[in-house]
């Protein structure tokens, strides 16, 4: 029995390691732009999981209401993730001819498209 708690103690402390080291390698490799992106992430994921959370929990009277609001917060979420990925610049050879402001111009104006058809749905 004792060996299973080391064994254990052993996986927590080698996981708590491997969380502080990305920790630590996030923020000194990451640029402010991409850390900006990274919290608007976090934002509308936490948005999303609030807004199915309190599904779940009042029903689905106004069922087209949830399901515009949920495409809505999902569509952000994905054209956020389009927009970390074309303005990383890791990712400059594979997105050579998309320049980080032609990157968020489409990210605008296809957000403005997503709002505009999830408002339109509401009914």
């Given at each position: 029995m004792p060996r299973?708690?080391?064994?254990?103690?052993?996986?927590?402390?080698?996981?708590a390691t491997a969380a502080q080291l990305f920790w630590t390698a996030?923020?000194?490799?990451?640029?402010?732009?991409?850390?900006?992106?990274?919290?608007?992430?976090?934002?509308?994921?936490?948005?999303?999981?609030?807004?199915?959370?309190?599904m779940v929990l009042a029903g689905t009277f106004p069922y087209n209401a949830f399901l515009a609001g949920f495409i809505s917060t999902v569509g952000s979420f994905v054209l956020a993730v389009n927009l970390r990925i074309q303005t990383n610049s890791e990712?400059?050879?594979?997105?050579?001819?998309?320049?980080p402001e032609r990157a968020f111009a489409d990210f605008v104006v296809a957000s403005l498209l997503l709002h505009f058809f999830c408002v339109h749905s509401l009914g």
């Open positions: 299973v708690k080391q064994q254990q103690q052993q996986q927590a402390v080698s996981t996030y923020q000194k490799d990451t640029p402010g732009s991409l850390k900006l992106i990274d919290v608007y992430l976090a934002y509308i994921m936490i948005t999303g999981i609030a807004q199915f959370v309190y990712n400059k050879s594979t997105f050579s001819s998309i320049s």
